[in-house]
């Protein structure tokens, strides 16, 4: 089945602005807090996108940090806005760093597009320093028995695969990590779901525009709800 990349569409970066998730900063900032980090530290941002979280560490906390995406061109704006910044054209299946060499490392709302979760965890694992923080905020659903519809749409979005807690909690601890922290914060996906509302009409037009096309907005849309979307923070130690 085909898919197609609904963050490399116009509508979708008009819609999100700077950075391409729920919520912006706030959990970013949240997260630095908890885990302490500082400008010694190293620090990688998984699905880096167009570098808005990468900009944000670099003014507003002194951090260097590095930059993994797939996407040519999404890492070509984030090119234009950190020359000085490394970042790799990839996937985080296979992360092209040495081993124990990150004290962070960020995938906000990157995981649940991954092709496979246990592989990026696994590399993950392989990348961080001993007591290296894995910090994750994404979609998750609350009613999970409805995962496997959505599963089964062509469309590339976060909502498609969104995670069953539960099971990527256990996932950590098999690959070693120790779950330090998990919250709800599904209220900031309930602001940006409203905001697509009055912006689209329906979220049946934004999936439709999104996604050009590649799949009936309102069969998505209702494949989502009956999943009952949810977002969270959860934060992992090596
Ligand atoms: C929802 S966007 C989030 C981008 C950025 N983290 C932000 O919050 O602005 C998801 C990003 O994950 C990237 N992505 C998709 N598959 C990936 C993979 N296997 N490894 C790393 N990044 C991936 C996409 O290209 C996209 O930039």
Redesign the pocket.
């Known amino acids: 089945m085909g898919s197609c990349?609904a963050?490399?569409s116009s509508s979708m970066q008009n819609l999100?602005g700077?950075?391409?998730?729920p919520g912006g900063f706030k959990l970013t900032e949240i997260a630095l807090k908890y885990c302490g980090i500082s400008e010694t530290d190293k620090v990688l941002?998984?699905?880096?996108?167009?570098g808005?979280?990468l900009r944000y560490l670099s003014e507003n906390h002194g951090i260097s940090a590095a930059g993994?995406?797939?996407?040519e061109m999404?890492l070509a704006d984030a090119r234009t806005e950190l020359p000085e910044a490394e970042l790799v054209l990839?996937?985080?299946?296979a992360l092209p760093f040495e081993s124990n060499r990150f004290d962070c490392v960020?995938?906000?709302?990157?995981l649940s597009?991954?092709?496979s979760t246990d592989e990026?965890i696994n590399q993950t694992h392989r990348v961080l320093k001993p007591n290296g923080w894995f910090i994750i905020s994404d979609v998750y659903a609350k009613n999970p028995q409805a995962l496997p519809e959505l599963r089964e749409s062509a469309v590339?979005s976060?909502m498609r695969g969104m995670h069953e807690l539960p099971v990527l909690e256990e996932k950590l601890r098999g690959a070693g990590f120790s779950v330090a922290l998990t919250e709800d914060y599904s209220e900031f996906l309930k602001e940006l779901l409203v905001k697509i509302g009055f912006s689209y009409g329906s979220m049946s037009s934004f999936w439709n525009l999104s996604t050009d096309n590649c799949v009936d907005g309102g069969d998505f849309d209702f494949k989502l709800k009956q999943c009952k979307p949810g977002y969270f923070l959860l934060i992992a130690r090596k």
């Open positions: 990349n963050y490399e999100l700077e950075t391409l998730r941002d998984l699905g880096c996108g167009r808005a979280t993994i995406d797939p996407s999404l990839g996937r985080a299946e960020f995938a906000e709302c990157t597009l991954m092709e990026a590339n976060c």
